[in-house]
Every structure is written in structure tokens, then in C-alpha cells.
């Protein structure tokens, strides 16, 4: 039996694919034009310039390694409550299961903007705004639930004899969970990972809430507003900022892309 042409899906793939795409390339095509041309619309920067470049790396440098350090902090953070907390209910199937199950998934469905105030109220009386373990505390808040279900299902998919058979060897719980559950979970820890890394990379209701403004340790998503003013926009250096900002991320994503495809299919199927 001869398969249809599809050539024409391609090309509708293509097409949506390169509308999709356009405003990450306006955001480039922007970063590299001067300010007295950006209004007038090229589709390339016929006034060429890496003067954009020159102010970011000046100015937005301390933002950018807040950011990184948000961001790293708060994959530890994610990984040191969800890989045990998984464990505990995939694998040692402890009482109440279903009822935890039922409040990681309600847990997804607060807004971003309920939390945040929230946080606010309490890190008022605490005295953790404007601080980078506030932030990273608050990050860590969205994404250890989704880690954790995202871990427990795989984790549920092991293979019971090979944990059976260590366990008759003489593995404790705790050998069990670092010799052979951490490293067999090694796609769906990089996943988690990924998500918790981007979440905080990209946060900005947490960091505009619990921030004051001040200083230089923002993240560089809160940092970006320095270009933005009540009469003036720098649109060439806001542009460059989105630009760095967005590398880190991208090449996560290309590193890190056939351990996310791995990880998040992992726990469909199931011996």
C-alpha cells in the first residue's frame, strides 16, 4: 500500500512553525538595530550595531547571575524534596498516597498570583523579602509538585524484582533509593530539573512581588525593567537583554532534549 503524499503537511508545519518563531526572531533582529532605525520596521537590521550588546553586559550582568543562581538553587531545592518524597510513594507505598497525590495536583491549580501574596504576607513577618532564599523558597513551591508526580510515575514503573532482589541481598530503604532508584530515574530527574530550572529562570510574579526593586541582586527578569521608563524605552538594550537571557535556556533545552522526551514518556508504559 503506497502512503499519500504529505508533502503538504510539511509545509503547513513549516509555516506555523516559522509563525511561531517570529517574534523570537524580531526580538534578534531588534537587539542588533540602532535606536534611531527600530521604528522604522526593517525585517533585518539594515543599522547594524552591538552597541545593545555592549550596555547589557554592563548593566544587566548582576541580574543575570542572580538569575543563574535562583535557578540552580532551586533545582537543588526541587531535587532534595522530590526524589525522596517520590520514593516514599511510589516505591514504599506509604498510608495516605491518594490523599498526597490529590494535593500535588490541587497544589498545580493555585494561581501564580494567590502564592505570591501569600508569600508576601508571611516573608513580611519573617523578614525574607527582597532576599535571594525567599525567591528561591517561593520558585521551588511550583515546581516540586509537578516533580514530584512526574518522578513517582516513573518511579512506580520499575521493575518491583529488581528491588525485591536487593532488598533479600540486605539493601536498606536507603540503599535501595541511592544505588538503584536515583540512578535508574536519571531521564526523569533531568526533566525535573529542566522544568524547576526554567520555572525560576523565567519567574516574574514572585520576583516583582517579593522584590522591592532595589539594589542589584533582581533577577534579570525584573532587571529588564530598567530599560523601561514612564516616557522612555530603550527597546535596542531591552531587546539584547531578552536575547542573553533567553541563551542559557536554549541550550539546556538542546543538551538536555532527548532526556526530557525519555522522562516525560517514561512513566506511560509500565512493566
Not at 490529590?102 to 513577618?125: D, K, N
Not at 530539573?193 to 512581588?209: C, G, I, K, V
Not at 516616557?231 to 536575547?243: D, F, H, R, Y
Request: net charge neutral; glycine share 6%.
Amino acid at each position: 500500500m503506497q502512503h499519500r503524499s504529505t508533502w503538504w503537511k510539511t509545509l503547513i508545519g513549516i509555516i506555523l512553525t516559522l509563525i511561531m518563531l517570529f517574534p523570537v526572531y524580531w526580538m534578534i533582529n531588534i537587539s542588533f538595530t540602532q535606536r534611531r532605525s527600530i521604528r522604522s520596521g526593517d525585517l533585518w537590521p539594515k543599522d547594524f550595531t552591538l552597541d545593545n550588546f555592549a550596555a547589557v553586559f554592563r548593566d544587566q550582568m548582576p541580574y543575570l547571575g542572580t538569575s543563574l543562581l535562583i535557578a540552580l538553587c532551586c533545582v537543588a531545592l526541587t531535587l532534595l524534596i522530590s526524589l525522596p518524597a517520590a520514593y516514599a510513594i511510589s516505591i514504599l507505598r506509604l498510608a495516605g498516597e491518594k490523599t498526597v497525590n490529590f494535593i500535588l495536583v490541587v497544589a498545580q491549580m493555585i494561581p501564580a498570583v494567590v502564592m505570591a501574596l501569600g508569600f508576601y504576607q508571611i516573608y513580611s513577618q519573617i523578614g525574607l523579602l527582597d532576599t535571594i532564599p525567599g525567591l528561591i523558597l517561593a520558585d521551588s513551591t511550583v515546581a516540586v509538585p509537578f516533580a514530584v508526580m512526574l518522578l513517582s510515575s516513573f518511579m512506580a514503573g520499575m521493575p518491583r524484582s529488581l528491588i525485591e532482589a536487593a532488598e533479600i541481598d540486605g539493601a536498606s530503604k536507603w540503599t535501595v533509593f541511592t544505588k538503584i532508584v536515583v540512578p535508574l530515574s536519571r531521564n526523569s530527574i533531568v526533566t525535573t530539573s529542566l522544568f524547576a530550572f526554567l520555572w525560576a529562570w523565567s519567574d516574574f510574579m514572585f520576583a516583582s512581588t517579593l522584590d522591592s526593586g532595589g539594589g542589584k541582586l533582581r533577577p534579570i527578569t525584573m532587571g529588564i525593567y530598567d530599560y523601561i521608563g514612564a516616557q522612555n524605552q530603550e527597546w535596542g538594550p531591552l531587546m539584547a537583554s531578552a536575547v542573553v537571557a533567553s541563551v542559557p535556556t536554549a541550550l539546556l533545552l538542546i543538551v538536555a532534549q532527548k532526556y526530557v522526551a525519555a522522562g516525560v514518556t517514561a512513566g506511560a508504559i509500565k512493566d
